[in-house]
Every structure is written in structure tokens, then in C-alpha cells.
């Protein structure tokens, strides 16, 4: 008995004393916390399930306590990872590493993780930022950083289970309270620091906080993969925060990270969970209202509509739903509705511009008909776009994505109905893969190219 624990203790200081050498012998435990699968939840997970990686998911269908994580908040995460730790207290072998999940993305798996940390050569690691928050008057607290990220960031911490353990429950802390602050207080305490062992990852060799460090990354594609470096520290971190307002900048990275677009393979991603609508029965086809839009005068309306009604699709599959804003063609579309209604469409709906309603306003009235309908999806087209692909309504909805646009062009321009980014505002700004989306050399999934008269 007392050699067995004699041996174990050995192995611990081993592990404590050259972790890179032992690291198979280490296990590394994911945490996160998370009420609601979300979309930015399931992004995380697939990350995480790219990179072999098993996560503890806490709080799930749990009600939030922790308040708006737009103002201060959080202590609800501290609470969940104090019961679910307690387990790991004394596991001198265990790495926690704890993770938000809505706003992250992994790029690494265990031995990058691990090979990081270990060269942080701490107990504990906490992701880092430049903007110190939620009280910006404890930043003269900090210790000095001549070259990183100053202040600590919650989003993401590493460490030892005893020393993780023990930060959480130094003490309590109400749901509603901020779980950075405390945390904060935490490393600002010298005695604490040294006594956990806690330093910050103030160069990314771990975890990238986003907010405000737009200019600091750039995407690496390689042939295995596509990564984030972050240019300034000339690291490669493996754990992606969109925290605070980034996470815009983060939507954008995440449609190639994770394996999700790689150079010479094009998107990955797109071909998860597609289904193959040609092994259907024509009944088991999803039900799509299509919205029509005339809202201008209208080159070619005549043949725009006519591709609308030879459409490869089962028309009793098929809600249509028509806006008509121009007097131009009041008469031409009355015609053509009034055939449709014969056409064997499972349904239709005429909006005229004698019925005086605003664009917008029928765009909202376009998704109350298709939730009243019980439609699967809803396609909206406006009168200017020719669906020159018969198979186009096909094609889109094997992709089994909840939203999914098709690019518009016209040929030898720069126009586009695809935005790749906004500013700060919430308008337009182009993103750095635009001009490849749009010239068709970095393509999504194999489909067609809709050409804008």
C-alpha cells in the first residue's frame, strides 16, 4: 500500500516537474457552461469534436441565473464549475481547462493544448486581452507586461485541478455577480498569484481574445487544415474567443476554422449533414413558400418568372408568395398569378399595389404566411434574380443548412448580394475573402452562380 502511493506521488512530481515528458499520462478535462444549444454552442461542439477532444457540458437546460452577459454577470459559471470539481480536487494528474462555448473555436487537440501550457510553465493560465473589464480602475494593479495582452480575460483558463479547485472556491460569489471580477481579484492578490501558481497568456500562445485584436490575426491555410496565428506574437493559438463585440469577426473566421474550409479541399463543412433530396419520394420533399419580390421596374420580368414556374420541384411542395410594389406591371403579374393558381401549387398569395403595402412590411408579412403554412423553408427571390438552374430550389435545400444565401453576381463586377463583413455600425464593409468569393476562387459548395439582369 504505502509503495503504491509512494509510486503515484512519484509520478506526480514527475509530471509537475517535466510535464512535456509525461504528457500522455496527463488527462485533460474540457469544461463549459452552457443553458441553451444554441448555434454558436453546436459550432463549438463540432470544433471540439474535429479535434478529438471530449467536453463536460454544465447547465444544460438549466434556467440562467447569471444576468446579461453584455454588462457585468457570470457568477452562475463559477457556481456550476465549483459542483461539478469538487470530484477532481486532489487529482494532481488532471488538467481542467475551462471554456465559454457560444463565442469559441477550436483549432488544437490534446498535445497542442497541453505542449502550450506546459511551455507557460504555470499551474494555472488564464486567457488575456487588452482591455481590462468589467473595472477598468484596477488596471494600475496589474503587474507590468512589457510585450502582451495586460489584462485577464475569464473566457478561457488552463490549470491543474487542485489549483483550479481552489481559485473557485477562494470565495463565494452570488450568479448574478461577474464571474471576470472575481477571478480578477483573485490574480491581482500577489499572495494568491504566487500561491496558485497563475499567470496570464499574454501572447496567445493558448487563447486568442478577438475584441480589439482585429489587425493581430490573420487565417494560415494549410493542406490539413486552416488555423489563426496571431501576427504580432508570432503564435498559433488553439482556443478562439469572440468576446464582446468580435463576435461578427469570429462568424467570419469560423467558415474555415475547425477544418470547416481547407485550401484544396474547398468547404468541409458544407458537405456535413447534407441530405440528398433524389433518394426522397416527391412526398417526402420539405414544403418552401417561395416569396417573389417586384419592387422596381423590372428588365426580363417575363422570363424571370417563367424559370420561377420550370423549377425541378414538386409543385403541391410549393407555397407562392407574390409582392407586386410596381404599377409597371400590375397587369403582366395579375396575369401570371391568376395561372399559377391553377398550376398545382399547394398554395398562393397575391399582393398587389393596389393593397399599398410597403416593401418591408410584406417581407415580414412573406415569413408569418410560410410559419402559417407550416412551411420547412422559405425562399425569397426578388424580380431582378434569374434562377437559370432549374435544380436551383434542389440544390439549396440539400444543404440542410437554417439559413443559407445564395451568391448573387454580375458577371465581370465586383457587385455581389453577399456582404463579408460589418463595421462597427452594422453596415457594409468588405471582408478580406471577398473578391475570391465573388471571382468564384474560394467556393463554398459545388452549386451555381445566379446571374442579376
Not at 477598468?136 to 496589474?142: D, F, G, H, T
Not at 421596374?297 to 420541384?313: A, G, Q
Not at 410584406?362 to 425562399?379: I, Q, S
Request: aromatic share 10%; net charge negative; hydrophobic share 40%.
Amino acid at each position: 500500500m504505502f509503495l503504491s502511493h509512494l509510486t503515484a506521488a512519484l509520478a506526480v512530481i514527475c509530471c509537475l516537474a517535466t510535464r512535456a515528458t509525461c504528457a500522455e499520462e496527463r488527462d485533460l478535462l474540457i469544461v463549459t457552461v452552457a443553458t441553451n444549444e444554441t448555434d454558436g454552442f453546436k459550432r463549438f461542439i463540432r470544433s471540439l469534436n474535429v479535434n478529438n477532444l471530449n467536453v463536460k457540458v454544465l447547465g444544460l437546460g438549466v434556467a440562467w441565473q447569471g444576468g446579461d452577459m453584455n454588462l457585468a454577470g457570470g457568477g452562475h459559471k463559477v457556481n456550476l464549475l465549483k459542483e461539478e470539481l469538487k470530484k477532481y480536487k486532489d487529482d494532481a494528474k488532471k488538467i481542467i481547462m475551462f471554456s465559454d462555448s457560444y463565442d469559441v473555436i477550436f483549432t488544437g487537440g490534446k498535445d497542442a493544448i497541453l505542449e502550450r501550457f506546459d511551455k507557460l510553465n504555470a499551474q494555472v493560465v488564464f486567457a488575456a486581452e487588452d482591455y481590462c473589464w468589467p473595472n477598468k480602475n484596477l488596471a494600475s494593479q496589474y503587474p507590468r507586461v512589457p510585450f502582451g495582452y495586460k489584462y485577464l480575460n475569464s473566457g478561457g483558463f488552463i490549470g491543474y485541478a487542485p489549483e483550479i479547485y481552489k481559485i473557485i472556491t477562494t470565495k463565494d460569489i452570488k450568479n448574478e455577480e461577474d464571474d471576470q471580477l472575481y477571478y480578477t481579484e483573485i490574480f491581482l492578490n500577489e499572495k494568491l498569484r504566487k500561491l496558485y501558481g497563475i499567470k496570464l497568456d499574454t501572447q496567445a500562445k493558448i487563447f486568442q481574445n478577438l475584441n480589439g485584436q482585429y489587425g493581430d490575426v490573420s487565417l494560415k491555410f494549410d493542406e490539413e487544415d486552416t488555423v489563426v496565428v496571431n501576427t504580432v506574437y508570432q503564435s498559433s493559438p488553439v482556443v478562439i474567443h469572440g468576446n464582446g463585440p468580435s463576435k461578427i469577426l469570429l462568424n467570419s473566421l469560423g467558415n474555415y476554422l475547425a477544418k470547416s474550409w481547407v485550401y484544396g479541399q474547398e468547404c468541409l463543412a458544407c458537405k456535413e449533414n447534407a441530405k440528398d433530396l433524389n433518394e426522397l419520394q416527391s412526398s417526402e420533399y420539405p414544403v418552401v413558400l417561395i416569396a417573389i419580390f417586384v419592387e422596381k421596374p423590372m428588365p426580363f420580368l417575363e422570363e424571370m418568372l417563367k424559370k420561377v414556374t420550370n423549377l425541378d420541384y414538386p409543385k403541391d411542395k410549393i407555397d407562392l408568395f407574390v409582392h407586386n410594389q410596381e404599377k409597371l406591371h400590375v397587369e403582366f403579374v395579375n396575369e401570371w398569378i391568376s395561372k399559377q393558381k391553377s398550376a398545382g401549387y399547394r398554395s398562393t398569395k397575391f399582393i398587389s399595389a393596389a393593397d399599398n403595402i410597403k416593401e418591408w412590411h410584406a417581407r415580414n408579412l412573406a415569413v408569418e404566411h410560410c410559419l402559417k403554412k407550416d412551411c420547412d423553408a422559405l425562399f425569397s427571390i426578388d424580380g431582378d434574380v434569374h434562377l437559370d438552374n432549374p435544380e436551383t430550389l434542389t440544390h439549396l435545400l440539400s444543404q440542410n443548412r437554417p439559413i443559407l444565401g445564395a451568391v448573387m453576381v454580375r458577371a465581370g463586377q465586383a457587385w455581389s448580394t453577399f456582404w463579408g463583413a460589418l463595421n462597427e455600425d452594422g453596415f457594409y464593409a468588405r471582408s478580406i475573402d471577398y473578391m475570391d468569393i465573388v471571382n468564384n476562387n474560394r467556393r463554398s459548395v459545388q452549386l451555381l452562380i445566379l446571374f442579376v439582369s
